[in-house]
């Protein structure tokens, strides 16, 4: 079976550079930083950045740790010269390892979502000093499956990327020009040396996306998704996936005591706050 | 009855709960329009308040004598001014209503009967329905409104026409979704094609208005548009941008096309009343509606059995 997740990138561009405008100029900012990594969510994100504030109104921070790949440096340094963006490198290696001389038995899982909290900091921190809006880079395949830190690189103000599927996001990058090398580079959280999507996760995104498609836009049976032909194997073990990282999507859960609560019966839109 | 009317397309971005902003905005607005000729201006679907008000819809309603509502009414003297509010009625029950006001006065208020309240909507939480879709006389002519949603249930269009519409206009807060098509969204797609069934099949002018904006990550894709009575477009905004379009209209096209085609003239009134009433179930003894109840029961026998 052939799912279609194929969209016009050019028109996508632009709606999203309307989204990041129109949002952000609501609550009075016009500015955005970015977490750099040289990997293709945020590269993305500050294309569409770049385009809706103007590359001078846009600063992606470079945050390396002394383990992450060299590449990840040299290719984030090439998206700040092609979009002509502002850019800081702030090493999170001091940080990191402050905080683990004091838990030195942390294994990879701990020292990567510290790393991620880490950057989340300094983004931050950044985005007070620069009155800017820290940008998302998660993608809907990502927040799907949970796969981020909480409260690391799953945080933001604004995510132009977070209903776009992986393979969609793969269309609007080739049209935005981005550099072919970040384009084919396999997907990874770099918080380990060859920590890669697909070794944790056990499947590419291309076999998720028109998975969780069906299951999530489409709303079919994971049984009619396998009946039409897409592995049993891996249509089981996402629909568990999704289930078991809701909370990742939600907010703190509040014990409801009085008549308006926030989280259930407060509703407003965030609008509301301007 | 006008031959000829121009009528403005206010495609714009509310302030989401900013009565006192919108209301400025409508205001020159239907100054600029007045400017461009127009005899009509349309604003979009609770053009006064923006859309994704859930809470705040109390605090941003109006009464028929609300401030508010006297200024926009006093800007109708010498243009006519469609617009959408969150309307209170004296025994506190909330309306998604659009109004229709002309010469410093109301014409006609309807109140929204079908609140989307599924996926991504939940109208029917914050608002009441209305009860009552009917046609009424304008100087340009017996007119309808429809509100949003109601296009989507193809009766209401169906019934204007029965009451004699001429000119209909849906002021919207259509949402931007799916990424299907090209050049434009999903959800685009299906009201254009709405837009044009329905005015070539009911021999009126349909008029569209849609709104432009974000609210809460949710984009609002314009594109209004008038189309003819014979399906053909008359004038069509950008997607996405603010906008305001005067278009001359030419009301002889009315008749030409239910002349071509008289498909009013051949409806069968009282045969869908009757196929209603049946449908419905009410003392027709082929009522499907009954069987299923009877089946249940008879079923409900046989287990306690």
């Not at chain 1, 079976?1 to 561009?13: E, K």
């Not at chain 2, 397309?9 to 461009?36: F, R």
Request: hydrophobic share 45%; charged share 25%.
């Amino acid at each position: 079976m052939n799912v279609n997740l194929s969209i016009d990138p050019a028109f996508v561009a632009e709606v999203l550079v309307d989204f990041l405008k129109r949002e952000a100029g609501k609550f009075s900012f016009s500015r955005g930083v970015i977490g750099l990594s040289g990997g293709l969510d945020s590269t993305v994100s500050a294309y569409l950045a770049a385009q809706a504030y103007g590359p001078e109104n846009v600063l992606g921070i470079l945050m390396p740790y002394k383990t992450s790949s060299p590449s990840s440096i040299t290719d984030a340094e090439e998206v700040v010269k092609k979009t002509g963006i502002r850019s800081l490198k702030v090493e999170i290696t001091p940080l990191v390892d402050a905080f683990f001389a004091q838990v030195p038995e942390a294994d990879r899982v701990r020292r990567g979502n510290v790393m991620a909290r880490c950057r989340m900091i300094v983004l931050f921190d950044q985005s007070y000093k620069e009155k800017a809006l820290v940008i998302g880079t998660s993608t809907k395949s990502e927040l799907m499956l949970g796969y981020g830190t909480w409260y690391g690189d799953m945080a933001s103000s604004i995510n132009p990327l977070g209903d776009l599927y992986k393979t969609q996001e793969r269309q609007l990058a080739a049209f935005l020009g981005v550099p072919e090398k970040i384009l084919q580079k396999a997907p990874s959280a770099d918080l380990w040396t060859g920590q890669s999507v697909e070794g944790e996760l056990g499947f590419s995104y291309e076999e998720a996306d028109p998975i969780l498609y069906l299951l999530v836009d489409e709303r079919w049976w994971a049984e009619e998704i396998i009946e039409a032909g897409l592995p049993a194997e891996i249509v089981k073990r996402i629909e568990k996936i999704v289930a078991a990282s809701q909370f990742k999507r939600a907010l703190p859960i509040i014990a409801k005591l009085s008549r308006r609560t926030v989280g259930i019966d407060f509703q407003l839109s965030r609008d509301w706050s301007r | 009855m006008a031959d000829k009317i121009k009528i403005a397309l206010a495609q714009l971005a509310p302030k989401l709960g900013d009565v006192k902003a919108n209301l400025e905005l409508h205001l020159e607005t239907i100054g600029k329009a007045q400017s461009q000729g127009a005899d009509l201006v349309v604003f979009p679907e609770l053009s006064l308040t923006g859309y994704l008000l859930k809470d705040m819809v109390p605090e941003v309603a109006l009464r028929r004598d609300s401030p508010a509502m006297q200024k926009i009414l006093k800007a109708s003297e010498n243009i006519a001014v469609i617009f959408g509010l969150a309307e209170e009625d004296p025994a506190y029950v909330y309306y998604n209503s659009a109004c229709f006001a002309d010469g410093g006065k109301i014409v006609y208020i309807h109140r929204k009967v079908f609140l989307p309240t599924y996926g991504m909507f939940d109208e029917g939480r914050f608002f009441g329905e209305g009860t009552k879709l009917a046609a009424f006389n304008t100087r340009f002519g017996r007119f309808g409104l429809l509100i949003c949603e109601e296009a989507w249930h193809s009766f209401c269009p169906y019934l204007l026409m029965l009451d004699g519409a001429i000119l209909v206009a849906n002021i919207a807060n259509g949402t931007a979704r799916g990424l299907e098509e090209k050049s434009r969204m999903g959800s685009s797609a299906i009201w254009e094609k709405m837009n044009r069934f329905y005015s070539d099949l009911h021999g009126f002018f349909w008029i569209f208005v849609n709104r432009v904006g974000f609210e809460d990550g949710v984009g609002f894709w314009g594109g209004s548009e008038i189309i003819d009575p014979a399906g053909q477009l008359e004038v069509k905004l950008p997607y996405f941008e603010e906008d305001l379009k005067t278009t001359e209209i030419s009301m002889g096209k009315v008749r030409r096309a239910r002349l071509k085609t008289p498909l009013l003239r051949d409806e069968k009134l009282d045969f869908a009343i009757n196929e209603l009433l049946r449908i419905r179930g009410g003392n027709h003894p082929d009522s499907p509606a009954k069987k299923p109840l009877q089946a249940a029961v008879a079923k409900r026998r046989k287990v306690k059995r």
